[in-house]
């Protein structure tokens, strides 16, 4: 294609017809070879589409006429499906997503890695494949967006919402009654929640004006003995007035046996404060992976999907291939739960994190869990690898979705461990890690596991052995 000679013009509406389905979620169209991705498009889909975005290599467009559906196609069980961003696959049937899903880590280890002749197993479902979430977080806002069917009903407050947001907007908040990624129990919550404010003058804090009390609502829910932890985070260091709210919660929902009030008066739309009040209960639930029970703060990172975490640590152990003697490498080690399955199978792991707290969890997970073989460095990994004496035998990577720094990649080259075991959330950074490694270890196998179902995210555990 010649420079700055396009074959779309924004703005403009194109007929296309969807061969694939991107890492991201979208479909993939081509107009003379020029790559098109096309939102809310299924492969087989047949559309009218109007392009929103062009750059050089691509274009991104949005669906305004359905010519001829997929077959893969189905209607989403949820009514908000075609505003709200927390879900892209509710309109394919589940064995369909983990099909594309697999299909989409083989096509990126094949395109950006080179690695044509890699077989990737048939991803590892999720038990449940809605109500699946331990954890949702709502925002209120004083801007409501209304669905086409509340245009014209008067009696629909625009300056209350709770929900999630609509993509594309960071203002406006889709009001939701009922999420499917969460129990009956927690959309419950939501609406009593919803009404109990409206009802008390609890004002929602406008992100345009910075004023306003109610900012985020987030909700936790054990897996294990269905326990739950309410979460309000107020812009306002106001305690008390949600105090009657806590009682009434307590009262209508046994299974409440948390309600916290985090306080975040920064301007940064996060649901996480500065300080944090206890409202009604203890200031934690208790959730189990495996025989490990643990104490889940409101700020704590868990994974989100309990059951299917379980199926992936069991994996990872797999590949690791541990015995007593082995010495193992926990990167990116976070609150320790990877490193905790690990030290069951092992003489020793180390486990490496950056983020302080993060450590000072994992120290005291290892303690109230006795285990007394797993050791905890915080810093940077650049600096922190090289300050151990204890070469490992088996490296474990669970890098966040940027993946590794290169360096870190070339360090465990020198290091050499017999196996590495790399637990990847995103493709692509997958498949340009593995890349750089190819010369000195081989992929002997790569497992996809569905942590997020109707979603497109898809966690990958690849095992290498050194040449």
Known sequence: MSQNVYPVKKGNEYELKIERLAFGGQGVARIDNYVIFVKRALPGDHVKARIVKRKKDFAEAFVTEILQPS???IDPPCKYFSWCGGC????????DQ????????RDTLTRIGGFNEVEVHAVLPSPEYFAYRNKMEFSFSDRRWLLPEELNQAHISKEFALGLHVPGTFDKILHIETCLLQSETANQILNFISDYARKNNLQPYG?????????????RESAFNGELMVNLVTGLDEPERLKPLASALSKTF???????NNVNTRLAQIAQGEKEHLLYGRSYIQDRIGPFIFKISANSFFQTNTRQAEKLYE???EFAGLDSNSVVWDLYSGTGTISLFLARHSKKVIGFETVASAVQDARQNASEHGVQNAVFVEGDLLKTMSTVGERPDVVVTDPPRSGMHEKVVRMIKDIAPQT?????CNPTTLARDLKILSDRYRIEKVQPVDMFPQTYHIETVVQLKRR
């Open 420 to 424: 590495i075991v790399y637990i990847s």
């Open 71 to 73: 077959p893969y196609r």
């Open 207 to 219: 992100i345009r004006s910075h004023q306003g009390y109610l900012r985020f609502l987030v909700i």
């Open 98 to 105: 983990l099909y594309f899903k697999r299909e989409i880590v």
């Open 254 to 260: 046994p299974q409440v046996v948390s309600v916290v």
């Open 88 to 95: 892209t696959w509710q309109n394919m049937k589940y064995e």
């Open 315 to 317: 994996k990872a152990i």
